[in-house]
């Protein structure tokens, strides 16, 4: 257990849907990153979020967003959900600046039928 | 924008052999950090080893070790007397240094077998 938990570990879900993937940092850790690995994108930068607050955005379509609670969970919300869109959804977590690398959680995996 | 090219999509090694798996990155920084994650069939991410660029020596961790050759913009992955553990995917992972610019930016990985 790396101490990131993400629920839940599999979901399948319909084209045009909305689901929202949920992830707990490891305690003590401000900062909450999302990343989405795909067989032909590879393991792609969503957005980072630092106490609350958004600090980076990578290639994050408009279609998703996000938000990190006072409690420091962070929520990932995908809406009009495309078959494009099924991969495995990570959350990573770190202390500060990350310059140990990040702690992940064992990943979403969406499914778009 | 930084890139990282990993060249072989697949390695194998037999147990007990020695494999290095390739890395080289694209960055106009003089300072930065880099990494190599392991993804076995769990899906589950583990850091395996990490580099700071204004070393010079390079970074152990038991059987793993790099040879970053920060002029070439090389990374590569040593890994000694391999086990059937090691067999997953390998991912090297790029991070500036710079303030706000926290995310990594991965390769497309490296699928590694050990041969019983």
């Known amino acids: 257990d790396s101490g990131v938990t993400q629920t839940p570990k599999h979901l399948i879900t319909a084209t045009g849907q909305r689901v929202t993937l949920r992830c707990s940092p490891r305690s003590g850790d401000l900062s909450v990153y999302w990343y989405q690995q795909s067989l032909d994108q590879g393991l792609q930068f969503l957005i980072q979020y630092y106490n609350g607050e958004e600090r980076a955005k990578g290639n994050i379509l408009e279609r998703f967003s996000a938000q990190q609670f006072p409690d420091l969970h962070s929520e990932l919300n995908l809406s009009s959900l495309e078959l494009g869109d099924s991969a495995l959804y990570f959350c990573?977590?770190?202390?500060?600046?990350?310059?140990?690398?990040?702690?992940f959680g064992s990943g979403t995996r969406l499914t778009v039928v | 924008a930084q890139t990282v090219t990993q060249s072989q999509p697949e390695m194998s090694v037999q147990e007990a052999e020695t494999v290095t798996l390739s890395c080289t990155y694209d960055?106009?920084?003089?300072?930065?950090?880099l990494f190599w994650y392991k993804q076995p069939p769990s899906r589950q991410m583990i850091l395996v080893i990490r580099q700071e660029a204004y070393k010079q020596q390079n970074a152990t961790e038991n059987r793993f070790s790099v040879n970053f050759q920060k002029a070439a913009k090389s990374f590569s992955l040593k890994i000694s007397d391999s086990q059937l553990g090691d067999a997953a995917m390998y991912f090297c992972a790029y991070r500036n240094s710079g303030a706000g610019s926290y995310q990594l930016t991965f390769g497309k990985g490296t699928k590694l077998s050990v041969i019983p």
């Open positions: 990573a977590s770190s202390a500060g600046t990350s310059i140990y690398g990040y702690t």
């Open positions: 960055t106009s920084e003089s300072d930065y950090y």
